[in-house]
């Protein structure tokens, strides 16, 4: 068995509309090892989002999505499951956290109820007590202190914070290989995402979860991930470990949105392009030039 | 500087049923002309809900608000209208999307009496150009146009009536940071060029730091601290404010530094 968690090879997508077709990626390649974090970073439009629906399998259902390019998981090719056998993946071997917690949980549902929903994909034959134990526990590791409050509650009592913890601990539940995060925390507040980020840290560490960090935040990043791909209109500009990355970026487009990212220690604000042509350069390779 | 605005004892409470919610709790400061003040906060802080009373969107429970030396009714006349105006975070839905941008900008100048007929329509295409955009983005509707642009857009609106106060409520935390970049370096620019004077509201202390020159902070509707941007990035007096700078995702390494003195002295 393959060591890598993910490993997706010259990724195509573009959606066919009724203008003609629209490219959206242009072969990206990117892998993920087991237990290793790896943040997917570009602005709105980048292809980021459309990366993690891929690898869910999610975008495979549009009949207007065109896909071509190898995806591997866990040593499987995902292309020749069958939709079937893909959304049995979907909540077991692989979770996904989205950006607003709130809207991401049913409001007519306390969240034991849903929370017996999340557990029944791994173990359809759990009773609704069991799980409301398992998920007691799921949410104590989350520093929810009174958990069988949490348990009885709507998502609409909860604060956005604390819906957040419960989307991570749910993420959790199932002991997924591959963890999704597709912009966790940025409707929340900054002291907040500051802890749920440390947060699920820890525990995707504990667990050993591999994670697909999705984010339009170069700080966020900088203090999440192992290893970082930029990624600017459906191509990857630069990719390396995180520390060579922030030490020395060198594509134009990385360089300019860290040049773009205010600072708290001040500098004004950076005058810097919304497009240029630099930005379309080739990709910098910071993990071939360690190992050369 | 000459004091433009006034805020005294102003306090807001909401009642729901028999519910009292104190948005805002006795708070007092001036804004100076020309200066860009921030007030900054959690969610739930009552940094809107202050920005709220000075538009006159509701009036304060107590307290009053004055501008250039006269109180603001709580029903604002015309002239308080135009003189105080309004940059929102979401540019899609404040502007209408049934209208042109080239008609949402006449219905500033309609509403008070800015120009003559043929003269608007010049107007408008200066306006458009003032906030760099072409002039033919006139005939354009908000859909055809990208989140930048919108933002843009909606601050040629808010300038387009000669106003001199704006009120800015997140206007950047919908954009990318490159084009957040440039509609900050945007405001910057009309600021200096109109002599224009800046209430800016937000999240995100990154932003204040490089446009603000005195910023508020608010925690659960009360003004905790108020001080000169590069003094209270330097030495922020409450904790609260410690842990909102060192909760700031930052990406260079003197940045980490700044943050790790502050999250030190806020657990001391």
New interface residues.
Partial sequence: MSMRTLDICDLYLSFKGYTGTVEVLHGISLHIDRGERVALVG??GSGKSVTARIVLGLLQELRSARISGRLEFEGNDLSRLSAGARHDLRGTKMSMIFQDPTSSLNPVYTISTQFHEVLKRALPSISADEARAVAAKALLDVSITEPDRVLDSYAFQLS?GMNQRVMIAMALANEPSLLIADEPGTAL??????QTLALMHDLVAEHGTSVLFIS?????V??FADRVYVIYKGRIVEKGSTGAL?ADPRHPYTR????????????????????SEAFSEPMVDHDAEAAA | MSTLLSIREVSKTFRLGDHEIKAVQDVSFDVAEGECLAIVG??GSGKSTIANMILGIYPPTEGTITYREAPLPARRELIHRRAIQLVQQNPLSSLNPKRSVGASLRLALDVHGIGDRHGRAARIGKLLEEVGLPAEFAKRSPAALS??QRQRVAIARALACESDLVVLDEPTSAL???????V??LL?ELRTNRGLTYIFIT?????V???ADRVAVFEKGRLVELND??KL?AKPAEPYTR???S??????D??VK??KKLSRKANA
């Avoid at chain 1, 300019?256 to 392009?273: F, Q």
């Avoid at chain 2, 990318?176 to 440039?182: E, G, H």
């Fill in positions: 602005e709105s956005g507040d900054v002291t907040v995402q500051a339009h935040n170069l700080g966020v900088r203090e922030f300019a949105l860290m040049a773009a990212v205010p600072k708290i220690t001040g500098g004004g604000v950076a005058d810097v392009e919304e497009a | 959690e969610s989140g930048g990318d940071v490159l084009v957040q970049a440039r900050l370096k910057q999240h995100d202390l990154a932003v730091r490089n446009i941007t590069a990035f842990n909102l700078i909760a700031v995702p930052v990406v260079g003197d940045e700044l943050r």
